[in-house]
């Protein structure tokens, strides 16, 4: 169904290879996984895959592939998306419509399915991603999660042969990433070959037959062992940093509270996971805590700090939120000015990047970085500050094995020294790794589940 | 947002053809141009005010006191100038029909509905979903916007001047949002099967029903008894 080979891919001004000799087949019905370091090719091949290189994205490309028994080359992009599915990494990119039923009858659309039978395919393709339910609301409403099954059912809709999905796993819920690794399974018994770039490898390893890993552009077979992260040690427990009191939250127009009675607290030198379905409020949580958003009622104290009378700029002298798009929060020129201006000294600037793995990208401007090394650059830049309290959306998305490490490691010795730590996370490792306590959002309600059940959420 | 937008069952206006709203709205908007009597004028802004709130399209108190006192102060420049009270309010009328009509067009009716419809004229395919991105490219950059806004807050000053903030904060993330999803756009479509030479089929295409007949018909009762105030019922 997929064969590539000797494929390599090299784009204008750079002076590596993308993709070197890189040589992958995969038979129908296959599910496929491809695991590599962050940077290492991996959407580059999907862009390969679907022709959009060289057609669309200028690159170099040489090597032969072949899918479904034809070479792609010539083939204009539109064609080969009957053959070939491509879920990107930011679904959002992919989105064009307003509804959620509009934009699965889309692609349908685009190849001229007859009104009647697009109803049953919308149907049936948002069936596969446990997402009915969704149907009629607006796309702006949901919540990233929500998006990609959307993104997702949009894709199953058009019913191609040969599904990649970069990093599908990134933002779901454990329901969804559950109906997910299901939805493969379906997938792979109608014969459909599935390729997935994911880098939590334990999840998907039951639902795959086989494993790939990439490194620098070439395909190992042999994949490394996945790392285990070590549980980061609580610090000497101090006084509350963040403190929620009753608090009833609901979005302007709705009737319905999101959030109701939701109170906690996190103290210094402890570390806080919280954990909630898709759109259960997580973000909501953290966006009330630094002042973005104000609660309907009840009391929000952040270091100290009313976030009621203090503006968010304010709060942020204290306390640091990592947003889970990192787009927004570079604002300069070059990756090393946004530690440096965090930072009081050049030395803790310099050490910020290098535990990062972003020491040589310091001269680069932040927008060229990939979605996970841009988010390692907002957490450096954050530590530098040093914070009393940190908020933290998804960390872990869009880092391989390494990075995570380092990521969880940097945020260990910040709560040694007496930081306070709150991270929404759908990310198992990262919740059994972070947590000293795990909350639970369910039906606007917190819920304290205790360390032991995090990985149950 | 300017106007709350009403996401669960439709309302009425909803379910209009999109070419039943743009022609009445246009419509209006042009009869409002021939109309001077302030009563004629009055009636025609009752009408798109009545579909406003039929479609559950909101104002908070804020809004309506600012529509209030604008219009209020267009209204004692105008009577200033022409110490002519009825042409005073015959002008501000006619602003607040055009501000009014727009939303019974724009803020009731999806891009999809719209490409939908015109999808049933003989335009080029490429026409019609160029219209949707455009009209989807507002409120992705309102969420931009918000996004940038939070992060703005969150920095604060950082000893920088206003206008390098801004410049730093607002100007340069803006363009790169504007040049990426222009970039985006052109890759993603081609991946969801698009092409501007193709013929597309139309999911729920709008049809002309019932309620599309009632609201013409009101209308035209409106443009009626707007007339029969302005020009009396002979010559």
Known sequence: MIAVHDLTVRYPGQACH????????????????????????????????????????????????RICNRSIDGRPVRDMARDVGFLMQNVANQIFSDRVDEEVAFGLENFGTPAQAMEDRIQQALELVDGCHLRGRLIDTLSAGERQRVALAALLAVDPQVLVLDEPLAFLDSNAAGRLLWTLERLSRSQKTVLVFEHRRDMLRPAVDREVSMAAGYAIQAPPPALVFSPIVRGTSGDPALVFDSVDFAWPGRAQNLLRGISFAVRRGESVVLLGDNGSGKTTILALAMGLLRPKNGRIQNCGLAARKNPPGRLAEKAALLFQNPDHQLHLPRVGDEVRLASAKPEPARQALSSMGLADLADRHPRSLSMGQKRRLTLAAALCRQPELMLLDEPSVGQDDRSLASILEQLGNYIQAGGALLTATHDRRVADALSHRCLVIKHGQLHEAGKPHCSLE | MFLTRVEAA?????????????????????????????????????????????????????????????????????????????????YSLRLAV?????????????????????????????????????????????????????????????????????????????????????????????????????????????TIGLNDGLYIGLAAITAAMAALLQWGAGP
């Open chain 2, 10 to 90: 439709k309302t009425p206006v909803h379910r209009l053809h999109p070419f039943v709203k743009m022609g009445v709205g246009f419509g209006f908007t042009a009869y409002a141009l021939v109309m001077i009597d302030p009563r004629s004028l009055a009636l025609l802004l009752s009408f798109f005010l009545l579909t406003l709130i039929v479609a559950r399209i909101s104002w908070s108190i804020k809004q309506w006191a600012s529509a209030i006192v604008f219009l209020g102060v267009l209204t004692g420049l105008n009577f200033w100038a022409s110490s002519d009270p009825s042409h005073a309010a015959a």
């Open chain 1, 18 to 65: 993308a993709l070197s000799n890189m040589a992958l087949e995969a038979q129908p019905g296959e599910r496929v996984l491809l695991a590599g370091a962050t940077g290492c090719g991996k959407s580059t091949l999907g862009l390969a895959l679907c022709g959009a290189i060289p057609e669309i994205v200028p690159a170099r490309r040489t090597g032969a592939i």
């Open chain 2, 98 to 206: 055009f501000i009014t009509g727009i939303p019974v067009l724009a803020a009731t009716t999806a891009p999809q509905e719209m490409s939908r419809a015109l999808s049933r004229l003989p335009l080029p395919p490429g026409l019609v979903v160029a219209v949707v991105l455009v009209w989807r490219f507002f409120p992705m950059m309102a969420a931009e916007v918000r996004e940038m806004r939070q992060a703005a807050l969150l920095r604060g000053r950082q000893g920088r001047s206003r206008q390098n903030a801004f410049f730093r904060g607002f100007v340069v993330p803006m363009a790169f949002c504007m040049v990426e999803y222009s970039d985006r756009v052109a890759l993603t479509l081609e991946l969801r099967g698009f092409s501007p030479r193709a013929a597309r089929s139309c999911y729920n295409p709008p």
